[in-house]
């Protein structure tokens, strides 16, 4: 399972098409999957499938990443370990720390922005 698993990693990774104009971004896979024997075998991506220019405001995009662009935690998990938790909170002596961290892991927003536009980080 180790391995499958480390050959779809490239399916959880993106590069960044930017507008330069209106910072609003688009993201394509590194890799995609063949399915077509059924055996799910893990390939690189095609060329980008962003247009040419922005449908926002006509700019061109820069290209950057890869970057993570699953999601970073499983949010079902952290919750119900997070009520097990609370439910049991006088049997642990680190309730508070633990409930702080899992409370932040299930508050995590699974659609990103970015912080910083193209024009910031030239």
């Given at each position: 399972r180790s391995a499958s698993t480390v050959k779809s990693?490239?399916?959880?990774?993106?590069?960044?098409?930017?507008?330069?104009?209106?910072?609003?971004f688009h993201l394509q896979n590194v890799g995609r999957i063949n399915s077509k024997d059924k055996r799910n075998i893990p390939l690189p991506n095609f060329c980008p499938t962003v247009p040419q220019e922005c449908s926002e405001c006509g700019g061109k995009f820069v290209m950057g990443g890869p970057i993570w662009s699953d999601p970073i935690h499983d949010r079902d998990w952290a919750t119900s370990i997070l009520s097990n938790i609370r439910a049991t909170s006088g049997l642990y002596e680190a309730y508070a720390k633990i409930s702080a961290i899992l409370t932040s892991?299930?508050?995590?927003?699974?659609c990103f922005v970015f912080s910083f536009g193209y024009a910031y980080v030239v």
């Amino acid at each position: 399972r180790s391995a499958s698993t480390v050959k779809s990693s490239p399916l959880k990774f993106s590069h960044v098409y930017q507008c330069v104009g209106c910072n609003s971004f688009h993201l394509q896979n590194v890799g995609r999957i063949n399915s077509k024997d059924k055996r799910n075998i893990p390939l690189p991506n095609f060329c980008p499938t962003v247009p040419q220019e922005c449908s926002e405001c006509g700019g061109k995009f820069v290209m950057g990443g890869p970057i993570w662009s699953d999601p970073i935690h499983d949010r079902d998990w952290a919750t119900s370990i997070l009520s097990n938790i609370r439910a049991t909170s006088g049997l642990y002596e680190a309730y508070a720390k633990i409930s702080a961290i899992l409370t932040s892991v299930s508050e995590v927003l699974f659609c990103f922005v970015f912080s910083f536009g193209y024009a910031y980080v030239v």
